[in-house]
């Protein structure tokens, strides 16, 4: 596996542990991400994401993770120079715009702000310096954006140059059918694969649709250098409740070593 190619998969994967379906305690969610670095995978940001509102039970264990993403799930951002937070993600309220919702927060320097928006027609105002945020599933069939959604906020980041990270429903590479569900889970490679078409110019839908996995994988391994760095400066990663499925079905499919 060349250095470009790898490249497509370095830091792609945020630590959701505490999120569901996973949902681990605390303690559990932190010594998994202690293994991890450990071990060093580098598909895997060892980013930890974590709830706002859970901020001080971290604050209580032995073990710090060396990067921090917080999630908004309350109105006020809580202190957090202590802790080595890099990004804030939170919803877009009903009815603000992304610029007031900047001068609310007053997040310091060197934190990013990722905002999430439905998937779908995009229509935004987004300030220099701030991402979006996109949720490809849930716990329910609904919460799963149809492809053409999905792919209508890939053209949007692209066209703008917007930043953006993932989150929920992406649990393993390829697109799949959940029959717990009754729904086609969208793939992380289906989506990494949609952003390289939407750089190189054409429709992201058919990659987003697509579940021939000997396709994909031609596709992936055929990525060229440039779009696969514009690419991931693009989409910067995605959260997954899992940390070892990722790595795992990018060594089944030979993407990584």
Do not use: W
Not at 19 to 38: C, G, I, K, V, W
Not at 55 to 80: A, C, K, N, T
Not at 135 to 150: I, K, Q, S, V, Y
């Amino acid at each position: 596996m060349d250095l470009v190619t790898m490249s497509v998969y370095t830091e792609l994967v945020d630590d959701a542990g505490l999120f569901p379906p996973t949902s681990l305690h605390m303690d559990e969610a932190l010594a998994r991400n202690r293994r991890d670095l450990e071990h060093g995978s580098p598909v895997l940001t060892h980013r930890f994401l974590c709830p706002a509102s859970r901020l001080h039970r971290l604050r209580d264990m032995e073990y710090r993770p060396r990067r921090i993403g917080l999630i908004l799930d309350q109105e006020e951002v809580p202190p957090f120079g202590d802790l080595p937070v890099d990004l804030v993600e939170t919803v877009l309220p009903p009815g603000m715009t992304i610029e007031a919702l900047v001068g609310r927060l007053r997040l310091p320097a060197g934190v990013r702000l990722f905002v999430e928006v439905a998937a779908g027609k995009v229509s935004v105002e987004v300030p220099e310096g701030v991402g979006l945020k996109v949720r490809c599933g849930g716990l329910t069939a609904d919460a799963f954006p149809p492809a053409e959604h999905l792919a209508a906020f890939i053209g949007f980041c692209v066209e703008h140059d917007v930043p953006f990270k993932a989150t929920a429903g992406l649990h393993h590479a390829v697109r799949h059918f959940d029959p717990t569900l009754g729904v086609d889970r969208h793939g992380f490679l289906n989506l990494l694969l949609a952003v390289c078409e939407a750089v190189d110019g054409r429709d992201p839908v058919p990659v987003l649709r697509a579940t021939d996995v000997g396709h994909l994988v031609r596709l992936a391994q055929a990525v060229p250098d440039e779009t696969a760095k514009r690419a991931r400066r693009l989409l910067v990663s995605y959260g997954s409740c899992s940390t070892s499925i990722p790595v795992e079905d990018l060594r089944t499919l030979g993407l990584i070593a």
